[in-house]
Protein backbone atom coordinates (compact mmCIF):
# COMPACT_ATOMS: atom_id res chain seq x y z
CA UNK A 1 0.00 0.00 0.00
CA UNK A 2 1.52 3.17 -0.85
CA UNK A 3 -0.72 5.60 1.13
CA UNK A 4 -0.08 7.87 3.64
CA UNK A 5 0.42 5.87 6.62
CA UNK A 6 0.26 7.80 10.44
CA UNK A 7 1.27 6.43 13.39
CA UNK A 8 0.28 5.92 16.36
CA UNK A 9 -3.28 5.24 15.62
CA UNK A 10 -4.68 6.50 18.95
CA UNK A 11 -2.45 7.93 21.65
CA UNK A 12 -3.85 8.59 25.48
CA UNK A 13 -1.69 10.21 27.53
CA UNK A 14 -1.72 12.79 31.04
CA UNK A 15 -1.90 16.32 30.71
CA UNK A 16 1.33 17.77 30.85
CA UNK A 17 2.81 15.05 28.58
CA UNK A 18 4.86 14.97 25.59
CA UNK A 19 3.49 13.79 22.66
CA UNK A 20 5.11 13.09 19.15
CA UNK A 21 3.43 11.48 16.10
CA UNK A 22 4.59 10.57 12.78
CA UNK A 23 3.63 10.63 9.43
CA UNK A 24 4.82 9.29 6.41
CA UNK A 25 3.52 10.22 2.66
CA UNK A 26 3.59 9.17 -0.58
CA UNK A 27 6.56 8.81 -1.76
CA UNK A 28 6.79 11.18 -4.21
CA UNK A 29 5.35 13.70 -3.18
CA UNK A 30 6.86 17.08 -2.02
CA UNK A 31 4.39 18.63 0.27
CA UNK A 32 3.26 17.25 3.38
CA UNK A 33 0.23 18.79 5.73
CA UNK A 34 -0.51 18.73 9.32
CA UNK A 35 -4.38 19.15 10.43
CA UNK A 36 -6.15 18.81 13.04
CA UNK A 37 -9.89 17.70 12.93
CA UNK A 38 -11.98 17.85 16.14
CA UNK A 39 -15.38 16.40 16.92
CA UNK A 40 -17.89 17.31 14.33
CA UNK A 41 -16.03 19.99 12.97
CA UNK A 42 -13.68 19.78 9.45
CA UNK A 43 -10.34 20.09 9.52
CA UNK A 44 -7.97 22.92 10.04
CA UNK A 45 -5.05 23.62 8.53
CA UNK A 46 -1.91 23.85 10.79
CA UNK A 47 1.42 24.07 9.01
CA UNK A 48 2.87 22.55 5.56
CA UNK A 49 5.98 21.41 4.30
CA UNK A 50 7.58 21.53 0.53
CA UNK A 51 10.11 19.04 0.73
CA UNK A 52 12.08 19.81 4.27
CA UNK A 53 10.96 22.95 4.30
CA UNK A 54 8.27 24.58 6.74
CA UNK A 55 6.57 27.06 4.59
CA UNK A 56 3.46 28.07 6.54
CA UNK A 57 1.92 27.66 10.26
CA UNK A 58 -0.81 29.20 11.46
CA UNK A 59 -2.29 30.82 14.65
CA UNK A 60 -3.69 27.68 15.80
CA UNK A 61 -0.42 26.04 16.33
CA UNK A 62 0.88 27.64 19.48
CA UNK A 63 4.44 27.61 20.33
CA UNK A 64 3.98 23.74 22.14
CA UNK A 65 3.63 22.65 18.83
CA UNK A 66 6.65 21.83 16.63
CA UNK A 67 6.31 20.01 13.60
CA UNK A 68 9.58 18.57 11.12
CA UNK A 69 10.69 17.19 8.49
CA UNK A 70 14.15 16.12 8.47
CA UNK A 71 14.64 14.48 5.20
CA UNK A 72 11.91 16.05 3.44
CA UNK A 73 9.92 12.49 3.48
CA UNK A 74 8.34 11.64 6.63
CA UNK A 75 7.51 14.26 9.47
CA UNK A 76 6.42 13.99 12.99
CA UNK A 77 4.36 16.33 14.97
CA UNK A 78 5.41 17.48 18.66
CA UNK A 79 2.79 18.83 21.23
CA UNK A 80 5.09 19.63 24.85
CA UNK A 81 3.31 20.01 28.02
CA UNK A 82 -0.10 18.64 26.29
CA UNK A 83 -3.33 20.41 27.83
CA UNK A 84 -7.44 18.33 27.50
CA UNK A 85 -7.69 20.73 24.64
CA UNK A 86 -5.15 19.27 22.38
CA UNK A 87 -7.42 16.35 22.51
CA UNK A 88 -8.53 15.66 18.64
CA UNK A 89 -7.77 13.77 15.94
CA UNK A 90 -4.66 14.91 13.90
CA UNK A 91 -4.55 14.41 10.39
CA UNK A 92 -1.02 14.04 7.89
CA UNK A 93 -2.07 15.03 4.00
CA UNK A 94 0.16 15.08 1.03
CA UNK A 95 0.41 16.20 -2.42
CA UNK A 96 2.42 17.03 -5.10
CA UNK A 97 3.72 20.13 -5.71
CA UNK A 98 1.87 20.71 -9.06
CA UNK A 99 -1.52 19.52 -7.43
CA UNK A 100 -4.72 22.15 -7.50
CA UNK A 101 -6.71 21.08 -4.09
CA UNK A 102 -6.06 17.20 -3.71
CA UNK A 103 -4.61 15.90 -1.25
CA UNK A 104 -4.42 12.30 -0.14
CA UNK A 105 -4.85 12.09 3.70
CA UNK A 106 -3.90 9.47 6.66
CA UNK A 107 -6.15 7.82 8.73
CA UNK A 108 -4.89 9.88 11.38
CA UNK A 109 -4.05 9.37 14.90
CA UNK A 110 -6.74 10.25 17.58
CA UNK A 111 -5.09 12.27 20.35
CA UNK A 112 -6.90 12.02 24.08
CA UNK A 113 -5.59 14.24 26.83
CA UNK A 114 -6.90 13.07 30.57
CA UNK B 1 -10.37 31.59 0.37
CA UNK B 2 -14.48 31.99 0.05
CA UNK B 3 -16.86 31.21 2.66
CA UNK B 4 -19.55 27.96 1.51
CA UNK B 5 -22.61 26.93 3.01
CA UNK B 6 -23.72 24.31 2.32
CA UNK B 7 -26.66 21.97 4.97
CA UNK B 8 -25.55 20.61 7.78
CA UNK B 9 -27.22 16.95 7.52
CA UNK B 10 -29.41 15.15 4.45
CA UNK B 11 -30.72 11.42 4.54
CA UNK B 12 -31.50 9.50 1.48
CA UNK B 13 -31.96 5.93 0.90
CA UNK B 14 -30.35 3.60 -0.98
CA UNK B 15 -30.74 3.78 -4.69
CA UNK B 16 -31.77 7.02 -4.43
CA UNK B 17 -29.45 10.44 -6.04
CA UNK B 18 -28.31 12.81 -3.55
CA UNK B 19 -27.80 15.90 -4.71
CA UNK B 20 -25.71 18.69 -2.00
CA UNK B 21 -25.78 22.22 -2.91
CA UNK B 22 -22.71 24.72 -1.95
CA UNK B 23 -23.29 28.04 -1.54
CA UNK B 24 -19.88 30.21 -2.50
CA UNK B 25 -21.30 33.73 -3.29
CA UNK B 26 -17.42 34.82 -2.70
CA UNK B 27 -15.47 32.93 -5.60
CA UNK B 28 -13.01 34.72 -6.90
CA UNK B 29 -11.84 34.05 -10.57
CA UNK B 30 -8.75 31.73 -9.74
CA UNK B 31 -10.97 29.54 -7.25
CA UNK B 32 -11.75 25.92 -7.85
CA UNK B 33 -14.47 23.91 -6.26
CA UNK B 34 -13.70 20.77 -4.76
CA UNK B 35 -15.34 18.24 -2.94
CA UNK B 36 -13.84 15.71 0.16
CA UNK B 37 -15.73 12.79 1.77
CA UNK B 38 -14.67 11.82 5.14
CA UNK B 39 -15.65 8.31 6.59
CA UNK B 40 -15.90 8.13 10.55
CA UNK B 41 -12.08 7.57 11.90
CA UNK B 42 -10.85 8.09 8.36
CA UNK B 43 -9.08 11.18 6.57
CA UNK B 44 -11.50 12.93 4.30
CA UNK B 45 -11.19 11.86 0.31
CA UNK B 46 -10.93 13.71 -2.51
CA UNK B 47 -14.05 13.22 -4.59
CA UNK B 48 -14.32 15.62 -7.50
CA UNK B 49 -13.09 19.16 -8.33
CA UNK B 50 -13.91 21.44 -11.20
CA UNK B 51 -14.03 25.18 -12.03
CA UNK B 52 -17.18 25.42 -14.43
CA UNK B 53 -20.00 23.75 -16.21
CA UNK B 54 -20.03 19.90 -15.78
CA UNK B 55 -16.98 17.67 -13.82
CA UNK B 56 -18.25 14.11 -13.90
CA UNK B 57 -16.14 11.21 -12.29
CA UNK B 58 -16.51 7.33 -11.62
CA UNK B 59 -17.55 8.67 -8.47
CA UNK B 60 -19.89 11.50 -8.54
CA UNK B 61 -20.56 14.49 -10.83
CA UNK B 62 -20.50 18.66 -10.27
CA UNK B 63 -22.58 20.80 -11.41
CA UNK B 64 -21.39 24.62 -12.01
CA UNK B 65 -23.63 27.34 -13.27
CA UNK B 66 -22.03 29.83 -14.83
CA UNK B 67 -22.30 32.53 -11.91
CA UNK B 68 -20.48 30.08 -9.93
CA UNK B 69 -21.91 31.52 -6.92
CA UNK B 70 -23.04 27.63 -5.95
CA UNK B 71 -22.24 24.02 -7.11
CA UNK B 72 -23.79 20.67 -6.48
CA UNK B 73 -22.34 17.55 -6.11
CA UNK B 74 -24.20 14.90 -7.41
CA UNK B 75 -24.03 11.29 -5.95
CA UNK B 76 -25.76 8.78 -8.34
CA UNK B 77 -27.88 5.49 -6.59
CA UNK B 78 -26.25 5.75 -3.45
CA UNK B 79 -25.49 2.90 -0.79
CA UNK B 80 -25.15 2.36 2.94
CA UNK B 81 -21.42 2.99 2.09
CA UNK B 82 -21.76 6.20 0.85
CA UNK B 83 -22.76 7.13 4.31
CA UNK B 84 -20.47 9.85 5.14
CA UNK B 85 -19.48 13.58 5.75
CA UNK B 86 -19.23 15.56 2.22
CA UNK B 87 -17.12 18.76 2.18
CA UNK B 88 -17.27 21.76 -0.05
CA UNK B 89 -13.97 23.85 -0.52
CA UNK B 90 -13.71 26.59 -2.49
CA UNK B 91 -10.07 28.16 -3.23
CA UNK B 92 -7.19 29.22 -5.47
CA UNK B 93 -4.83 26.29 -4.27
CA UNK B 94 -1.98 27.20 -6.01
CA UNK B 95 -1.44 30.68 -4.84
CA UNK B 96 -2.59 29.30 -0.89
CA UNK B 97 0.23 26.67 -0.79
CA UNK B 98 -2.36 23.95 -1.40
CA UNK B 99 -3.70 24.69 1.70
CA UNK B 100 -7.45 23.49 1.99
CA UNK B 101 -9.89 25.12 4.59
CA UNK B 102 -12.70 23.11 5.52
CA UNK B 103 -16.24 24.37 7.06
CA UNK B 104 -18.66 21.88 8.74
CA UNK B 105 -19.45 19.80 5.79
CA UNK B 106 -22.53 18.14 5.16
CA UNK B 107 -23.59 14.70 6.99
CA UNK B 108 -25.64 12.30 4.63
CA UNK B 109 -27.35 9.24 5.72
CA UNK B 110 -27.68 6.61 3.48
CA UNK B 111 -31.02 4.22 4.71
CA UNK B 112 -31.44 0.49 3.78
Known amino acids: DTGVSQNPRHKITKRGQNVTFRCDPISEHNRLYWYRQTLGQGPEFLTY????????KSRLLSDRFSAERPKGSFSTLEIQRTEQGDSAMYLC????????????FGPGTRLTVT | LAKTTQPISMDSYEGQEVNITCSHN???????ITWYQQFPSQGPRFIIQGYKTKVTNEVASLFIPADRKSSTLSLPRVSLSDTAVYYCLVGAFKAAGNKLTFGGGTRVLVKP
Open chain 1, 49 to 56: FQNEAQLE
Open chain 2, 26 to 32: NIATNDY
Open chain 1, 93 to 104: ASSLAAGVGEQY
